[in-house]
């Protein structure tokens, strides 16, 4: 029963990209060196202000809805850090990007889609602040159909008077599996962040769309002494009446927190959240 949900539930993700199961070669892994993308590499600030993060999370569903650029401008205007999933860099996409000179654009390739002038998707973590380290990490595990990894995006930016960095793990996880495989996933996030001394944002899309998957990110977050943050007007996206889009922080303090409900531009509503760093 649960191996036909997942089969299901991705043939309905290959229907949404008008992708006959034939088709699925069209998406080719990234050699290693192939997988990071830099969008306008230059710094613009030195350092992320310790009593004020500006933090945007948000799977854009590729840009394929007709608002998606009115409300990618408009809510990332002003923000510290971006934690983007679903990028994809089509002609739409990249030329926003690579014009939009107020962030540097760290992007870990998930597949590139040869069938649109091979276009690269993935994840994102954008800052206006340049970062000290930024690398990936690739899934273990495959989705099914189309035999392509998920990617963690990991950044570290420097905190202003302090030696101290914050720690981003971008994720969006893999899709369509059992939860034992996003549970790989997940312990791939705790080895990245196990030894940080600093602040830690852990965001993005966890596809956790059933109890057990819920269960295993909320243990996650136990082991690394993650805080799962909460929103009022909470009208983040569900799936099986689970939430799939969470932010889990780390010596870090909430000052407010946003669900962008009344947002059409993704199947997946925007969150905001202000920051601080602990004392």
Do not use: C
Not at 131 to 152: G, N
């Amino acid at each position: 029963m649960k191996k036909t949900i997942h089969l299901a539930l991705a043939l309905s993700f290959l229907i949404g990209l008008n992708v006959q199961p034939a088709e699925a070669k069209r998406f080719v892994i990234p050699s290693d060196d192939k997988v990071l993308i830099e969008i306008n590499g230059s710094q613009k600030m030195n350092a992320l202000n310790p009593d004020s993060i500006n933090l945007f999370v948000w799977n854009m569903y590729k840009g394929d809805k007709p608002h998606w650029k009115r409300d990618f401008l408009n809510l990332s205007r002003g923000k510290d850090v971006l934690m983007l999933q679903e990028v994809y860099l089509d002609y739409q996409m990249a030329s926003v990007m690579y014009s939009d000179d107020t962030f540097t654009y760290n992007m870990a390739t998930s597949f590139i889609d040869t069938k649109n002038r091979n276009s690269p998707t993935g994840v994102a973590t954008a800052s206006p602040v340049a970062p000290q380290h930024a690398y990936w990490v690739r899934s273990i595990d495959r989705e099914p159909i189309i035999k392509t990894p998920k990617m963690l995006m990991i950044t570290e930016y420097p905190i202003a008077g302090s030696g101290d960095t914050l720690l981003t793990v971008n994720i969006h996880a893999i899709n369509f599996v059992s939860a034992k495989k996003l549970r790989n996933m997940l312990n791939q996030i705790e080895d990245a962040v196990r030894d940080h001394t600093g602040p830690v944002v852990v965001a993005g899309d966890f596809n956790t769309w059933s109890k057990k998957k819920t269960q295993y990110l909320k243990d996650m977050a136990r082991h690394l002494g993650l805080s799962e943050v909460i929103f009022k007007n909470d009208q983040r996206m569900k799936t099986f009446g689970k939430v799939l889009d969470y932010v889990l922080i780390k010596k870090l303090q909430v000052i407010n927190s946003k669900v962008y409900g009344e947002i059409d531009g993704s199947d997946h509503k925007a969150m905001e959240v202000h920051l601080k760093v602990r004392e």
